[in-house]
């Protein structure tokens, strides 16, 4: 008997040995050398940026650890879907998500979309819409011609000592020494080499010969992300504006409100006449303009 206890009990011994090895804590990673990027992204049906925020817009995360981001609708919206793209997350309730641990670059998509208990608001767009009718702003028949800015009203007559900025959305000119229309734009969005993608342009049309033109708008027309927007710069493509008795209609643009952040669309007032002996364009005046803040569709009354 005795031998056969002395087995049972080492039995014991190495069960309890093997149990112990087995609830031991699993080796630590070394510290994190390997780090990936979270980035944020905004959608919305009316906007090129969406109406909200995600933030932070991106943040670099060591390897297996986790990271919030706080999400935000606009007022009167509300925030429809979350696409984590593999970053994975848990809604904490209070406008923020926390990821799961991260292990590749990964960006999380917020959607917004009109709230329905906002419809009374939403359909009343007066606030957003700014409105100044009385800029009356000549326009000179020269090369540099004068540059106003949407947001704040200020223009700029530019001079050959002190041509006017990138900080003005339009610039009525002439161009190869012949006194016409054509609308120039900033250069910071020059870089952007698919037309579609800039955030300032005119609504127009492009021909089989890729030649762009912007021409005068009337009441009723509606300028939105549903047009095409184009970025005439040679004399001949503004020839609609070139007439004997002249136009008083509308030219339709957007552009990036530095403000909000997102594309703003709207319209100028233009009053144009034509020049004896030859038609021009000129004189010229803007003689108002609006837009709407919140990136929506506008409609000239």
């Not at 809604?91 to 960006?107: A, Q, V």
């Not at 326009?139 to 947001?151: D, K, V």
């Not at 006194?179 to 020059?190: G, L, Q, S």
Request: charged fraction near 15%.
């Amino acid at each position: 008997m005795t031998p056969r206890i002395r087995v049972l009990v080492s039995a014991t011994f190495l069960l309890g040995a093997c149990a112990f090895v087995q609830a031991a804590p699993p080796p630590q990673r070394p510290a994190g050398t390997t780090t990936w990027t979270v980035s944020t992204a905004v959608m919305g049906p009316a906007s090129l940026v969406g109406h909200g925020s995600a933030i932070p817009v991106s943040q670099v995360v060591n390897e297996g650890d986790t990271t919030t981001v706080a999400i935000t609708p606009d007022p009167g919206y509300l925030l429809t879907s979350l696409d984590d793209f593999d970053c994975g997350g848990t809604d904490n309730g209070d406008g923020t998500w926390t990821t799961d641990p991260i292990y590749g670059d990964c960006t999380i998509t917020a959607t917004f979309a009109l709230s329905a208990s906002d419809v009374v608001f939403q359909g009343d767009l007066d606030p957003d819409i700014k409105v100044a009718d009385d800029v009356n702003l000549d326009l000179p028949a020269t090369l540099l011609g004068a540059s106003i800015n949407w947001q704040t009203g200020a223009t700029c007559t530019g001079t050959s000592d002190a041509p006017c900025d990138n900080a003005y959305h339009l610039r009525p000119a002439t161009g190869f020494g012949v006194p016409v229309f054509v609308f120039r734009f900033p250069t910071n969005d020059d870089f952007v080499l698919d037309d579609s993608l800039r955030s300032y342009g005119l609504a127009g049309y492009s021909n089989a010969d890729d030649e762009q033109f912007s021409p005068p708008l009337y009441s009723g027309a509606t300028i939105g992300p549903e047009q095409t927007f184009v970025f005439p710069t040679q004399p001949f493509e503004t020839a609609a504006w070139v007439t004997t008795d002249g136009v008083d209609a509308y030219l339709g643009f957007r552009f990036l409100n530095s403000n909000t952040g997102r594309i703003n669309y709207g319209y100028a007032h233009l009053i144009t006449s034509g020049a004896d002996p030859v038609a021009t364009g000129f004189p010229a005046t803007i003689v108002g303009y609006a837009y709407n803040r919140r990136g929506d569709a506008i409609t000239i009354p």
